[in-house]
């Protein structure tokens, strides 16, 4: 049973993290704004840099590189269904940080209403044992575990989340991008003008497991001594649109009638913003195998993929030159 203090409370936690969750950009400018508050919270700052991904192929779905090989149809498809996960993370996570920001605050713990929020009881322990140890990396891996749970019950596995998706995205990241990547900006040297990318190759989105891999990969590219300051100057210092032109302005456009540079529009003139009902106290942690070895974190050496990303960004334009193929030869793949 809660209070009518605690009750106030969580409609108050509530109102807030609806008033964030409104689109892609809202939900980046909190992560952001919340970790500058409170830095012990990584996963906050790791949050805001992959919803700027997560934008950033929202707006691809518009873009004069892969926007031609869609059909109408096939880009609210992909557009929904990106927006949907970034929407559910936010909703689940958003909520534990603004009881964290409580907690910290009245210095005693109110984790105890994380079930009332309708979040995972596996999540109870872990903020006790962080308000106690302050053990960041330990918090963070197992919130990048708890979010792709969430998504997994809640998104990927639904009737409703048609095979087709899968289908659509493995032809347009795979054979139409050869890969696809999560990029994190840097500079090695402040003085240099563009950007270099930090990040990973992403080959398999499907899996659960394989998407906490990327979680963990993520997170040790982002706290590493090599990127973080620059990654931090450049989260700070560059209003996420949801265009590449906000990394790379020197290939990417928000304009339409620059031809010299790749259109990447920004998100507010690619998406009308999505009302989203929410699922209601469903607890995805049923058996103590679905969290082994999570607070096992993993090591990258050197997240350095400009190479790789401007090799995949030649071979857009390239392909872009060529006539698409015919709906006959499209359906054959």
Known sequence: MT?????????????ETEKHNVNNLTRTKAYLHFF?????????????MVSRNGGYN???????????FLSEKEKKKLFHFIERANALIFHDAYPQLLLYELSKRENTSFFHLLPALGITKFMIPVWEHFLLSANSQFLTLALITNEQHYIEKHLI?????NESIFKTFTF???????????IFPFKRYPFLRTYSLAGIEVREFSSVQD????????????????????IMHFANHIIHTASRSDYWPHNFSKQVQNDQKI???????????VSHLFPYRSDWFTEISMIKDFERGMIVEDGDITKEVKRDLHMLIAMGKLPLPSLAEKKKR
Request: aromatic content about 8%.
């Open 263 to 273: 259109l990447s529009p920004s998100l507010s003139n690619a998406w009308d913003d």
């Open 36 to 48: 500058n508050n409170h830095n012990e919270i990584h996963w906050s700052l790791l949050a805001h």
């Open 211 to 230: 998407r906490i891999k990327i979680g963990k990969q993520l997170y040790s590219i982002l706290f590493s001594n090599l990127y973080f300051d620059s």
């Open 58 to 68: 929202m707006t691809d779905l518009k873009s004069s590189l892969i926007g031609r």
């Open 172 to 182: 347009i990241l795979q054979e139409k991008m050869g890969l696809t990547h999560v």
């Open 3 to 15: 209070t009518q203090n605690e009750r106030r409370l969580i409609r108050t936690i509530q109102s």
């Open 157 to 161: 596995n639904l009737k409703t989340t």
